[in-house]
C-alpha cells in the first residue's frame, strides 16, 4: 500500500487528528451512534480433513500427536484434538521421565516454552542452548551451546518442511539448526543501529515460522520493528515499525514530542498468522521515552503503542489497528499473543481475534477489519493537563474480567487473597486514573491483569481461558520505572474462562499465585485445562468450572505453557520448570526440569521447593533487633546506612526506614521514634491486620509489644512509598 493511501486510510480511521479513536475502519460494531459497518460474509465451511498440525497451513488446525508451535498453532489457541486423557484418567497420571538438559542448574531466566515435532521435543534453556529431547524415552537426541551469550527466549520455531529449528542469540543473530541433528546450517547477524538496515534488537521476542517465512518482532526499546524474514536465509522481507518517523503513518499522533520521546511500542510477544485472510496479528507494547509514566511531552495517542495491528502477510501492508489504550502512562500494554477464533455471535459465524491484556479486558474484534462485534465504547475518563491523558478510553460494553478499582478497606479486615485489598496511605484509584508528583494506587497494576502468560481457546468448551495476576500498583512520575508495587502488597492470582461469544466471564478461580507471567494453558479435546504455577505445582483442571482434578510437583517454578503430544498411540503432556523474576524475584525457584507424563506413569514427584513469597518484600536485608545500636527501635523517614545507623537526612524513599526489616522474638517491644532532626509528622501504620497506627511528630516515640509471631508490615502516612516490616518468631 502506498504511504498516500495509508495516510489517508488513517485519517478515516480517526488516528490522525481526530478526537476520537475509531476500530479499525468502519466504527464499534453494534454501536447506535457509530456507521453500520457491512454484514460480514459467511465463511466457507473447513475441509473435512485437516492438514497436520505440523504443517501449520492454517489459523485454527488443532495440535495432534504434534505440539509444532508455542502456542500450538498460527491462531495460538494453545489445543490439542487428543482425547485419550479424560477427566477421569487425569488422576491416574505420573511422571513418564525427566531430563534435567543442563544438568541440574538452579539458576537464571527461563521463559521458553516447548514445542514437538514428529515425537521430539525442542526447548530453549536459561543459558540459551538448545536441545532436542525424545519423546518417548526423555533421552537427549543432541544439543547446540551458543557461542553469543545469554539472552531471554520464549521458545524455538520449527520449519519442518525445511528441516530446521530457529532460535535467537546475543548480538541480534537469529540461527538455523538442522531439525535432526542440531548443527548450524546458518547464521543471520543484523545491522547495528548505525546501519540504515537496522530492525532492532531480536532478543527477549517470539519467533513464528509459516510457509518460508520467519515473523519476528524486537524489542530494542527504541522503536520496535515487526518483520518479516525469509526462513532460508534471515534475509529481512517486511518491517513495520511500532513508532513511526517523520513522514510516515501515525506520526502526528505523538504531538511535537521530541524524536527521544517516541520510543517503545515493541512488538515481543508471538504474533497470530491468518494464512486465509492473508494477515498477521501483532501486539505493540508501551511508550519508553522520558518515561513510561509521563505522558506531559508526547501528547496524543501515542500510535502503535498499545495497539494490535494487522498487516499483509506476505507484503508487509498495514491494514487495520486497534488501541487498546490511548495515551498510556500506566505501562498497561497489551502484550499477550493474539488468539484467534471462529465463534458464533448472534447467531452469526464471525472470525474474531481476542487481544487483550494487563487491563483486565478482553478486546474482541473482527480479525478481517478490526471492529468490534460485540461493541466497544469509548468512556471518558478523569483527565489531567499535565500529563496530557487523552479524554476517552476504550471499554468492552460487557466489562473487565477482574477488578479495575481500589477499594478503600478499614485496616484489620482484610483478607489475604482479596484483589480489592489496598495497602494504606497511598492516594487509591482505578484503572486510566491520572498520577503527577503523588503515587496513586491503582488495579490490576502494569504486573497485573494477564500479561505474556499464553492464553488458550477451547473450541471443546467454546471458551478462552487465562491465568492473571493481582499485583496493584502506584504510578507517579518519581518512580524511576513503570510504577511501584507497593512493598508488603500481595501478589495473587486467577485462572478466569471467558465466553468469546459473549464476553463474558463463565467462571473465575482465585489462586495462591500470580499466574501472569509465563504460565500459559493448556486446553484438550477432553475438557482438561494444564497450567503451572510459580510452586512447581503443575494443575489440571476441569474446563467447565475450574476445578482440580490433578497436581503434580515437578521442582521449580513454572514459566512456560504445558505441551501434549502422541507416540505410538499414547499421549503425553510436558513441561518445561525453570522459573522466572517475574513477579515474585529470587523467591521462585529455578531450575531445569523438562517433565513429561502420562497415565501410568512411575516417576515420583520432585522434591518441593521453597514456596515464592506472595508479599512484595521490603528493601534490604534482616537484621536482628537486639543487635541494633539502638536496640528494637525504628526511625521513621530516614535510610539504614551500612553500620544499621538512621541516614543523616529526611527521605520519602521506599527504604526510608531504619532498619527496613527487623526480626525479634515474641513479647519484644519495639519503639517507632521519628527523629527530631525531620521536618514532617510521620507514621507508622501496620497492614493488614491493623496491629498499630502510630501518628509521630519530629522527636516524637511510640511503643509497640508483639505478643504474636508473624510478618508485619508497615508504612508511613507522609510517604507511603516509606514501608518496614517486622518479623516475630
Excluded at 489517508?8 to 466504527?27: E, K, N, T
Excluded at 519476528?216 to 520493528?225: E, H, L, S, V
Amino acid at each position: 500500500m502506498k504511504l498516500k493511501s495509508l495516510a489517508a486510510l488513517l485519517l478515516s480511521c480517526g488516528v490522525i487528528a481526530s478526537p476520537v479513536l475509531l476500530y479499525g475502519c468502519g466504527g464499534s460494531d453494534d454501536n447506535e451512534t457509530s456507521p453500520t459497518p457491512a454484514p460480514t460474509p459467511t465463511p466457507e465451511p473447513p475441509p473435512s480433513v485437516s492438514a497436520p498440525a505440523a504443517a501449520l497451513k492454517d489459523c485454527c488446525t488443532a495440535g495432534d500427536k504434534d505440539f509444532p508451535k508455542v502456542g500450538g498453532n498460527l491462531g495460538n489457541q494453545n489445543y490439542s484434538s487428543l482425547k485419550q486423557i479424560t477427566r477421569e484418567q487425569v488422576g491416574q497420571m505420573g511422571g513418564a521421565w525427566v531430563n534435567r538438559i543442563e544438568g541440574g542448574l538452579t539458576t537464571g531466566t527461563n521463559q521458553s516454552t516447548s514445542v514437538v515435532v514428529d515425537g521430539v521435543i525442542y526447548i530453549e534453556s536459561a543459558l540459551g542452548n538448545v536441545i532436542a529431547v525424545d519423546g518417548k524415552t526423555g533421552v537427549t537426541k543432541w544439543k547446540w551451546t551458543t557461542p553469543h551469550g545469554v539472552v531471554t527466549r520464549r521458545g524455538v520455531a520449527v520449519a519442518k518442511d525445511l528441516g530446521l529449528i530457529y532460535t535467537l542469540a546475543g548480538g541480534n543473530r537469529l540461527i538455523a539448526l538442522k531439525k535432526d541433528t542440531g548443527e548450524v546450517a546458518w547464521t543471520k547477524q543484523y545491522p547495528g543501529t548505525t546501519d540504515p538496515d537496522f530492525v532492532g534488537a531480536v532478543q527477549k521476542v517470539a519467533l513464528v515460522y509459516h510457509d518460508k517465512r520467519l515473523y519476528i518482532g524486537t524489542n530494542d526499546g527504541n522503536r520496535g520493528a515487526a518483520f518479516s524474514a525469509d526462513a532460508t536465509n534471515g534475509n529481512v522481507l517486511t518491517a513495520f515499525w511500532g513508532v513511526p518517523r517523520r513522514g510516515e503513518p501515525g506520526y502526528e499522533t505523538w504531538g511535537d514530542a521530541p524524536e527521544t520521546d517516541r520510543t517503545g511500542a515493541t512488538p515481543w510477544i508471538h504474533p497470530a498468522v491468518d494464512p486465509e485472510l492473508g494477515l498477521v496479528y501483532w501486539t505493540f507494547g508501551n511508550t519508553r521515552g522520558g518515561s513510561s509514566q509521563n505522558g506531559s511531552t508526547r501528547p496524543g495517542l501515542n500510535l502503535f503503542a498499545n495497539s494490535i495491528v494487522a498487516l499483509d502477510m506476505k507484503t508487509g501492508a498495514y491494514k487495520w489497528h486497534f488501541q487498546s489504550v490511548h495515551h498510556d502512562i500506566w505501562d498497561m500494554d497489551n502484550v499477550m499473543a493474539p488468539v484467534l477464533a471462529n465463534v458464533k455471535i448472534r447467531g452469526e459465524d464471525r472470525k474474531v481475534v481476542i487481544y487483550g491484556s494487563k487491563t483486565g479486558m478482553y478486546y474482541i474484534l473482527d480479525r478481517k477489519d478490526g471492529t468490534a462485534p460485540l461493541g466497544i465504547d469509548e468512556v471518558p475518563v478523569k483527565q489531567d493537563v499535565r500529563q496530557a491523558t487523552w479524554p476517552t478510553q476504550p471499554i468492552p460494553r460487557q466489562g473487565a474480567w477482574m477488578e479495575t478499582c481500589i477499594v478503600d478497606q478499614p485496616l484489620g479486615t482484610a483478607i489475604p487473597g482479596d484483589p480489592n485489598r489496598a495497602v494504606p496511605n497511598y492516594a487509591r484509584g482505578c484503572l486510566y486514573d491520572p498520577h503527577w508528583e503523588t503515587p496513586t494506587l491503582t488495579a490490576p497494576g502494569h504486573g497485573g491483569g494477564a500479561n505474556w502468560n499464553h492464553q488458550s481457546y477451547s473450541p471443546f468448551t467454546g471458551l478462552v481461558y487465562t491465568g492473571t495476576g493481582y499485583v496493584a500498583a502506584a504510578h507517579s512520575l518519581t518512580e524511576a520505572s513503570n510504577g511501584l508495587r507497593p512493598p508488603g502488597s500481595y501478589m495473587t492470582g486467577a485462572v478466569v474462562a471467558v465466553d468469546p461469544s459473549t464476553n463474558l466471564v463463565k467462571w473465575k478461580k482465585n489462586m495462591p499465585y500470580s499466574l501472569a507471567h509465563g504460565n500459559g494453558i493448556l486446553t484438550t479435546a477432553t475438557g482438561l485445562l494444564f497450567i503451572g504455577q510459580p510452586d512447581g505445582n503443575l494443575l489440571a483442571m476441569d474446563g467447565d468450572n475450574g476445578n482440580e482434578l490433578w497436581r503434580f510437583q515437578t521442582g521449580a517454578s513454572i514459566s512456560a505453557s504445558p505441551v501434549t503430544y502422541e507416540i505410538d498411540g499414547e499421549q503425553y503432556v510436558a513441561v518445561y520448570s525453570g522459573g522466572t523474576g517475574i513477579p515474585y524475584g529470587d523467591s521462585a525457584a529455578r531450575g531445569d526440569y523438562l517433565w513429561a507424563f502420562k497415565v501410568g506413569g512411575t516417576v515420583a514427584p520432585a522434591a518441593t521447593p521453597q514456596a515464592p513469597i506472595v508479599r512484595r518484600p521490603v528493601s534490604g536485608s534482616a537484621v536482628e533487633g537486639a543487635s541494633l545500636p539502638t536496640p528494637n527501635t525504628v526511625y521513621l523517614g530516614r535510610v539504614q546506612t551500612a553500620a544499621n545507623q538512621p541516614g543523616a537526612a529526611e527521605s520519602t524513599a521506599v527504604n526510608a526506614m531504619t532498619p527496613t526489616w527487623m526480626r525479634v522474638p515474641v513479647n519484644t517491644t519495639v519503639t517507632f521514634t521519628n527523629p527530631a532532626g525531620n521536618a514532617n509528622t510521620r507514621c507508622a501504620t501496620q497492614f493488614f491486620e491493623g496491629e498499630y497506627n502510630f501518628k509521630l511528630l519530629p522527636g516524637a516515640s511510640a511503643n509497640h509489644t508483639f505478643t504474636k509471631p508473624g510478618e508485619y508490615f508497615y508504612n508511613d502516612c507522609y510517604s507511603a512509598r516509606s514501608t518496614g516490616k517486622i518479623v516475630v518468631y
